[in-house]
């Protein structure tokens, strides 16, 4: 044991002359800056999640490498040479005379083997194991960037894809005999079992359009997609705690997809949460100022803020939604019922006007019209009185 500690001394010694803790600390302060700007910029290009881990495990790495070759080599005014080896002995003996040991002596065949025999055992299966384990975990995204892909998973894509231009031209039959094909080229392809859970929700069928989510999220767990759908199809089950759930997966995976945030933030508030409603929907408006769902975000928002009886910030985000969107009937309903808690009942009658007009749902028009001529009486007779 007496022996340990000055051979830790000589080796942190024989580190520092070769510049690898100044290079390590310079590394990892620039990678730290670089993870920094990417959690900032990727969001803002609409980059997906998986490339912030990629960025990281990039840097790792790259940390390897610099180590290595700090170690190795020296960047000296007549260019980049092989670093000498210090005998340790003599290192010691320079130091107690108050010599300079930073200084070259004459390089050998054996210092450059001794360098290499102390790093090779360690650092060369890094090396070789660190991109296997990069190429394994981004396999298909690799496939992507250099154009060798399946050809089944192509054809699954270009079906997915006109399923869902006959999606939004409302040809619901013609998207399915699409995703069908898609499915029959790569049963694997999980936005091909998203995409048909979306359109399932779409005819009503929310049994199979879990069951299909559950199917396209076994495939492919960052498929931000599937974990949306499956919580709108939960949600509309009400089965909230689980749509919290999968609206939250779903956040993890893409933090720029507002509508998730929205959807989230509803369904906190039909839980009466509205404090959770307000912190996930502030965060949507942080990450995506200019997303053109954001009357959803104000919307939802107003309504939090309704419902813990703070009616000046509520009345503020409802009138930014209504700005933006002056169509949404449940928007006007929480202006009307906003305005008649505040005591601004000519408003509220405005807007409970508005909502009677929007609202398509007659089991939801009756009893507002009901409330709408109750307090236009009591509100004729405040000025009579």
């Known amino acids: 044991m007496p022996g340990k500690p000055p051979d830790l001394f000589r080796f942190w010694e024989e580190l520092k002359r070769r510049k690898v803790v100044k290079a390590a600390f310079v590394y990892i302060a620039v990678a730290w800056a670089i993870l920094e700007a990417s959690d900032t910029i ?23 490498l610099v180590i290595v070759l ?18 340790s002995k003599g290192v010691e003996l320079a130091r107690q005379k108050g010599m300079d040991t930073s200084k070259r002596p004459g390089k050998t065949k054996s210092s450059v083997f001794y360098r290499y025999a102390g790093l090779k055992k360690i650092v060369f299966p890094i090396l070789i194991i660190t991109p296997v384990i990069l190429i394994i975990i981004f396999k298909q995204r690799f496939t992507e960037i250099i154009g060798i892909e399946n050809p089944k998973r192509v054809a699954a894509r270009s079906h997915v894809n006109n399923a869902k231009l006959s999606f939004q031209a409302g040809d619901l039959a013609g998207a399915s005999g699409e995703l069908e094909l898609a499915l029959a080229s790569d049963p694997k392809y999980s936005y091909a079992w998203s995409s048909l859970a979306a359109l399932s929700v779409a005819r009503g069928d929310l049994n199979k359009a879990v069951l299909q989510t559950i199917e396209a999220v076994k495939f492919d767990p960052e498929n931000f997609e599937a974990a949306y759908n499956m919580a709108i199809a939960l949600d509309d089950k009400k089965d909230y705690h689980q749509a919290v759930r999968w609206y939250t997966e779903a956040i993890r995976i893409d933090s720029s997809f507002v509508p998730a945030y929205s959807a989230l933030g509803r369904v906190y508030n039909q839980l009466s949460q509205p404090v959770d409603a307000v912190l996930i929907l502030t965060t949507a408006i942080e990450k995506s100022p200019d997303s053109e769902y954001l009357y959803l975000v104000y919307k939802n928002l107003g309504n939090s803020h309704l419902m813990m009886d703070q009616y000046d910030e509520a009345l503020r985000y409802l009138e930014l939604s209504w700005g933006l969107r002056p169509d949404v009937p449940e928007t006007c309903l929480f202006l009307a019922k906003s305005y008649e808690a505040a005591g601004k009942v000519t408003r509220s009658i405005e807007f409970w006007q508005n909502y009677i007009r929007l609202e398509t749902d007659t089991a939801e028009t009756g009893p507002a019209a009901r409330h709408l001529k109750e307090i236009t009486i009591r509100h004729l007779q405040s000025i009579i009185e």
Do not use: M, N, S
């Not at 990727?42 to 390897?64: A, G, R, S, Y």
């Not at 700090?70 to 005998?87: C, L, M």
């Open 42 to 64: 990727f969001p803002l290009l609409e980059l997906p999640d998986w490339t912030i881990k990629f960025v990281l495990i990039l840097l790792i790495i790259v940390f390897i």
């Open 70 to 87: 700090t170690w190795i080599y020296d960047i000296t005014p007549e260019g980049i040479k092989v670093t000498d080896r210090v005998d």
